[in-house]
């Protein structure tokens, strides 16, 4: 066994003796070479790259640039720090970004393909004490694809954006047309850490990475639940990379106000009835009275639509009778019964006027705010097939949901007080208010 450990280490001993003897002690750039002479940059699957390959004797800032007969400089690495070892590397014809004279570029070129023509390579090492080695030879670059993924006519549908759930501005749609087929495209929102939100592609008729016209849809997360980035303005960054690994970058500012997940309760007090009602018994044509108290708990504002508290429906009327039709997005609290034949039939909004806020023509409850709703009905007969009949509060975000937790509150057995049909009064004609009230 020592006589083989022996004879192993004789034969490492001359194998670096054989090397100091090639190449000299103080060597930094050794054993360069680049397999092909001559590429086709094209993606065809045929000669599309060469590999390049070298050796550090010791810790050294390397490039490796290009330049053709005219005597421009292409770089490919600039002064990349390495330590001592071997490395390898694919070039394939991109390197950083370059403008001809006759480009019209709407995005910034953030690589490029070489163009077609002979080339000078050289590959430069610079070690800790300036010492720099230089190794060069030649390259040739034929049929190589002259088209950059151009991005083009990149447009936001607006350009601020309040992600939370109030049906106004709610959503963001990134547009743009792709000049070419490409392997890969990317829509996001950049972040000032550096990270990114992707933004999703609505697809359509062109077929992801095709070239034609691309949609995109962003809501900031909201939809799933998720809180938006914090309101400012941030960068929307498009970036297409073609099969060869040309890059394109295009570039539009989104500002993003009132941004979050809106979050309303039905406030419980301490003690006694979440809901409070006047009574549980009502005589035909009297009046049930309610009152509740909302709160909104989260960091934005709240949309919501009248009519306002303390407005009198007669039971046979709808949110839709009075004019106040729903509205994607916004709150109201609502009243409900079990044989209802529309959903929450009478519906308050969040507030009185005075006490809601006005963004951009519409009404809002500010976040930390909390209000008395208040409302009434007027018992024309009785709810629906049932006497006494469940009736309960809910929150409703129109066309969205009825809010979790908050959907059939303090259901409470309402009795109307029938008389025998000879002795049913008829209720005094009332005429549908008109909105809005001054």
Not at 237 to 251: H, K, P, S, T, Y
Not at 338 to 357: A, C, F, H, I, Q
Request: glycine share 8%.
């Amino acid at each position: 066994m020592w006589v083989g450990l022996v004879a192993l280490l004789v034969v490492i001993a001359a194998l670096f003796l054989g090397n100091r003897l090639l190449n000299g002690d103080g060597s930094l750039l050794r054993n360069v070479q680049v397999s092909q002479s001559e590429i086709s940059p094209n993606a065809d699957g045929d000669t599309d790259a060469t590999t390049i390959s070298y050796e550090i004797s010791r810790n050294a800032a390397v490039s490796i640039y290009f330049e053709n007969e005219a005597g421009d400089r292409f770089y490919f690495r600039r002064e990349k720090p390495r330590g001592a070892g071997d490395y390898r590397v694919t070039f394939s014809g991109v390197v950083d970004p370059y403008k001809l004279p006759d480009d019209q570029i709407e995005g910034e070129i953030l690589a490029r393909l070489l163009q077609n023509g002979r080339y000078t390579w050289t590959i430069s090492a610079t070690d800790d004490n300036n010492v720099t080695e230089t190794q060069q030879g030649e390259l040739l670059i034929v049929d190589a694809d002259p088209v950059l993924p151009d991005i083009r006519d990149f447009t936001l549908d607006k350009t601020v954006f309040t992600p939370n759930r109030d049906g106004i501005a709610d959503r963001v749609q990134p547009q743009l047309f792709l000049a070419k087929d490409v392997a890969q495209i990317r829509v996001f929102l950049q972040l000032p850490d550096g990270s990114e939100e992707r933004i999703a592609e609505f697809e359509q008729v062109v077929v992801p990475n095709a070239e034609g016209w691309h949609y995109y849809d962003y809501a900031g997360g909201v939809d799933e639940g998720a809180t938006p980035p914090p309101d400012g303005t941030y960068p929307i960054v498009a970036i297409a990379q073609d099969l060869e690994g040309q890059q394109v970058r295009v570039e539009k500012e989104l500002t993003i106000q009132f941004g979050g997940v809106p979050r309303v309760r039905v406030v419980s007090p301490p003690a006694g009835d979440t809901v409070s009602w006047n009574a549980t018994a009502v005589p035909v044509c009297d009046l049930l009275t309610f009152s509740v108290t909302v709160e909104n708990y989260g960091s934005t504002p709240i949309r919501t639509s009248g009519p306002p508290p303390g407005t009198l429906y007669d039971s046979d009327w709808n949110y839709n009778t009075l004019g106040w039709f729903t509205e994607s997005g916004a709150f109201r609290l609502g009243i409900g019964f079990e044989n209802e034949l529309t959903n929450y039939p009478y519906r308050w909004s969040l507030g009185s006027p005075d006490e809601l806020t006005e963004i951009d023509g519409f009404t809002y409850l500010m976040p930390g705010q909390r209000v008395e709703v208040t409302g009434s009905i007027r018992l024309t007969n009785v709810f629906g097939l049932r006497n006494p009949q469940p009736v309960w509060a809910g929150l409703i975000h129109e066309d969205v949901e009825v809010v979790t937790f908050y959907e059939r509150v303090d259901p409470t057995a309402i009795t109307v007080d029938v008389p025998d049909e000879a002795n049913m009064p008829e209720c005094a004609p009332r005429e549908v208010p008109e909105w809005p009230v001054d």
